[in-house]
T-cell receptor, first 116, second 115 residues
Framework: DAGVIQSPRHEVTEMGQEVTLRCKPI?????LFWYRQTMMRGLELLIY????????DSGMPEDRFSAKMPNASFSTLKIQPSEPRDSAVYFC??????????????FGPGTRLTVT | AQSVTQLGSHVSVSEGALVLLRCNYS??????LFWYVQYPNQGLQLLLK??????LVKGINGFEAEFKKSETSFHLTKPSAHMSDAAEYFC?????????????FGGGTRLMVKP
């Protein structure tokens, strides 16, 4: 299995621009999570989907952030407009819940976002 | 509600010494517990997990953790540290949401290994 795939791995953009981060979860997993990691705030859960439906988006910082999961194999996290304080590493993770699952999450390599 | 406390944001050991990283949790449901490791510029990687079977759990790279219900602890240990163990370690507990698949992470402990 290729694991969780994220693109791009690095993104540098100017303040005010739109940024789209992409994630492909592990095939067969029914839950997908978006996290943000910074030195100041550590690892924060932004939003998670179960069976492609957003379940909890209470961690999304503000309306500038939006996430979609149009199908079981793809999700996007969009920031519009971006601001310097959005600079962070964004991780996508997936897991298989229900039944005899043990609920561990598998993380992608992350996207390092720099907003200048 | 679930929570995880990792005592010590930084731990320094000498190569060959015992590694002990502390994790205490609270959970309103029978806990599933996890340790993850993050190497520089990489994502989090699962080290080991406790899912209500054996209380002593062995993971990758020689790490193990013991679930102690009476102490609500799940400390991570390794008998002999190696330079390659230098990384950040996160303890996590399963949430009690309906799907049961959210994880609550601790703040992380950065392990430094001195030659």
């Amino acid at each position: 299995d290729a694991g969780v795939i994220q693109s791009p791995r690095h993104e540098v953009t100017e303040m005010g621009q739109e940024v789209t981060l992409r994630c492909k979860p592990i095939s067969g997993h029914n839950s997908l999570f978006w996290y943000r990691q910074t030195m100041m705030r550590g690892l924060e859960l932004l939003i998670y989907f179960n069976n492609n439906v957003p379940i909890d988006d209470s961690g999304m910082p503000e309306d500038r952030f939006s996430a979609k999961m149009p199908n079981a194999s793809f999700s996007t996290l969009k920031i519009q407009p971006s601001e310097p304080r959005d600079s962070a590493v964004y991780f996508c993770a997936s897991s298989q819940g229900g039944g005899f699952a043990s609920y561990e999450q598998y993380f992608g390599p992350g996207t390092r976002l720099t907003v200048t | 509600a679930q929570s995880v406390t990792q005592l010590g944001s930084h731990v320094s050991v000498s190569e060959g010494a015992l590694v002990l990283l502390r994790c205490n949790y609270s959970s309103s449901v029978p806990p599933y517990l996890f340790w993850y490791v993050q190497y520089p510029n990489q994502g989090l990687q699962l080290l080991l997990k406790y899912t209500s079977a054996a209380t002593l759990v062995k993971g990758i790279n020689g790490f193990e953790a013991e679930f102690k219900k009476s102490e609500t602890s799940f400390h991570l240990t390794k008998p002999s540290a190696h330079m390659s163990d230098a990384a950040e370690y996160f303890c996590a507990v399963r949430g009690n949401n309906n799907a049961g698949n959210m994880l609550t992470f601790g703040g992380g402990t950065r392990l430094m290994v001195k030659p």
